[in-house]
């Protein structure tokens, strides 16, 4: 299949892009990246339709681009964040996508209730297992935490230093 993935790529070797595209290159998908440049909106959609007509992708995945482009219809919308903290342009872009892959299932709900057509949650996504391999250290913390500090997880951390007083 050929894949038009149109995203916010940092040139950083660790953005989640980079393992999207090679992820889906593993499974012998013909890939294309269109980076989201700092260009204004009209002149990074000219580009995108450009690249859509010349590249004849079989899907297009989007993955945000604060207001970067115009809506596009009928992607395949990644979204890591609660569809509250977009920007008008990448909802939009949500909305007309035919499925919306989000990697929390609060935002399931978020997106249905908002209107999109189908929302799948895919948990544990864009990690590349090559990059982030279990380095045996010695373990000189017994707990800790990696993520982003919802409320939900801060009531989960709360709980967790009642049941462990000693846990700073």
């Not at 593993?26 to 440049?37: E, M, S, T």
């Not at 859509?52 to 809506?71: C, H, L, Q, T, W």
Request: glycine content about 4%; proline content about 8%; some cysteine.
């Amino acid at each position: 299949m050929k894949i038009l993935l149109v995203a916010p790529i940092r040139p950083q070797p660790g953005d989640p892009h980079y393992f999207w595209a090679r992820a889906l290159r593993q499974l012998k998908h013909r890939v294309k990246l269109f980076p989201l440049a700092g260009r204004s909106r009209l002149v990074n959609s000219w580009r995108l339709f450009n690249t859509m007509a010349r590249f004849k992708a079989d899907e297009i995945f989007f993955s945000a681009g604060k207001n970067a482009v115009y809506p596009v219809k009928d992607t395949i919308f990644f979204c890591g964040v609660p569809p509250a903290w977009l920007s008008r342009s990448e909802r939009a872009i949500g909305l007309l996508a035919k499925l919306v892959v989000v990697n929390d299932r609060r935002h399931v709900r978020a997106w249905k209730h908002l209107g999109a057509k189908a929302v799948i949650n895919l948990p544990i996504s864009a990690v590349d297992p090559a990059a982030f391999k279990p380095k045996r250290l010695p373990r000189t913390i017994p707990v800790s935490f990696v993520g982003s500090l919802f409320s939900g997880r801060q009531r989960q951390l709360v709980r967790i230093a009642k049941l462990y007083p000693d846990v700073k």
